[in-house]
């Protein structure tokens, strides 16, 4: 079974600091995986979509990397800013079996203080 | 494209009613997903379908829960007797097909069974 683990579980940081947050899974044989955004209530937002076959995918101010082999993403954030405070939360796809469906981390909570 | 939309976005329930859920996906997406979040985790797959056909259900999915997608277009999530543990945010997505299809989420519907 597919266990997806996130770490830290919450981050604070001062204003245009750059950060890391950690993704790790289990089972390397995943098809794809998303880092999405939560802000507190609300669903989420798809920030970047990496494929296994990819190393890496930038999207503006964030980089997402994946190493497939040893089961481990980062979500890169340059210089933060308060409007990236929300929850960040990976997903993997497995490539077998499992149609599309998506295993989740239990995510980091991000605040950027000013 | 006006993204996933759910309704309602809160609702509030004694223990033992039945409530409906709805989500209207992406238009031309053939993919529609449930996933349920509780507080403090990430979103658990409940179950998929490609057009019309319920392809997979979880094992979270009691016999209690009910899903539907007439047509292939819009989806309802339907819970028979709520128990208090059936609090949480419903989450529907939708994407295009599979492989390297990103999955697009709606804000969610919060229920709050006392």
């Known amino acids: 079974k597919q266990e997806v683990t996130q770490i830290p579980a919450a981050l604070s940081v001062p204003e245009g600091e750059n950060l890391v947050l950690n993704c790790s899974f289990t089972d390397s044989a995943i098809y794809n995986l998303q880092w999405f955004r939560q802000d507190p209530g609300k669903g989420l937002t798809s920030l970047l979509l990496?494929?296994?076959?990819?190393r890496e995918q930038t999207s503006g101010r964030l980089n997402a990397s994946l190493d497939k082999s040893s089961g481990r993403s980062t979500l890169y954030i340059a210089a933060s800013q308060p409007g990236d405070s929300a929850t960040y939360l990976c997903?993997?796809?497995?490539?077998?079996?499992?149609?599309?469906?998506?295993?989740f981390g239990t995510g980091t909570q991000l605040k950027v203080e000013l | 494209d006006t993204g996933v939309s759910q309704d309602p976005r809160h609702k509030i329930t004694k223990r033992g009613q039945n409530v409906t859920f709805r989500c209207d996906p992406i238009s031309e997406h053939n993919r529609l997903y449930w996933y349920r979040q509780t507080l403090g985790q990430g979103p658990e797959f409940l179950t998929y379908f490609q057009n019309e056909a319920q392809l997979e259900k979880s094992r979270l999915l009691s016999d209690r829960f009910s899903a539907e997608r007439p047509k292939g277009s819009f989806s309802t999530l339907e819970i028979q007797r709520t128990e208090q543990g059936d609090s949480a945010m419903y989450l529907c997505?939708?994407?295009?097909?599979?492989?390297?299809?990103?999955?697009?989420f709606g804000p969610g519907t919060r229920l709050t069974v006392t």
């Open positions: 997505a939708s994407s295009l097909g599979q492989g390297l299809y990103e999955q697009y």
């Open positions: 997903a993997v796809r497995p490539s077998t079996g499992g149609g599309n469906k998506l295993t």
């Open positions: 990496i494929q296994s076959s990819q």
